[in-house]
């Protein structure tokens, strides 16, 4: 559900950014369509802390629950194929994106849609034989972090009996110890 929810948020960024240009999920074995468009891969996503978890317990759903927090880093790979010939150049496309990335209104729209943008690396231009042309590919590598939220059922006890009756002996012991300075050493 995590790379889900994070190919979801990055193809609407896209859409947000190029409203006019298709958006393909890699690896989805569908028809190429036409350019240009964006081909969005979810490299990778890796837990970043230790679980942050709650001292309180809450309601959710109904239940008394723990919640669990974790944060983690993405990265997504943004590749903005077209024809360079063509009025609109994809190296234009890639360049647009990663400027408005770091807009103001970009990032809160981000932040509401569960993603936090951290860096972006390097733009990079990697051609792509499509039939008999070649057609510009310009790809970067984004970070996101997010923080994944799991919560665990609290069990309660109701109530506790003390049986007073002993029926064996309680021993005691009374031991020490002396610790002389040469022990220390």
């Known amino acids: 559900m995590i790379w889900t929810s994070i190919e979801n948020t990055c193809s609407q960024l896209v859409k947000r950014i ?98 936090a943008y951290v860096r972006k690396g390097i733009a990079r231009k990697v051609p792509k034989l499509r039939e008999t042309k070649w057609y510009g590919s310009y790809e970067i590598d984004v970070q996101f972090a997010y923080y994944v939220e799991s919560t665990q059922p609290v069990e309660y006890i109701n109530s506790i009996g003390i049986d007073t009756a002993i029926s064996t002996p309680i021993e005691t012991t009374n031991e020490s110890v002396v610790i002389t300075r040469g022990d220390l050493l």
């Open 18 to 115: 190029h409203p006019t240009i298709s958006r393909v999920i890699a690896f989805q074995n569908g028809p190429e369509t036409q350019t240009p468009y964006c081909v969005i891969n979810v490299k990778n996503h890796d837990s970043v802390t230790r679980e942050e978890i709650g001292t309180f317990v809450e309601q959710y759903g109904g239940n008394d629950v723990l919640v669990v927090k974790e944060v983690y880093e993405c990265t997504v790979s943004f590749a903005f194929v077209g024809d360079d010939a063509s009025s609109i150049h994809a190296g234009n496309l890639l360049d647009t994106f990663t400027l408005r990335l770091s807009h103001p209104s970009t990032t809160q729209w981000l932040t509401e849609n569960g993603l």
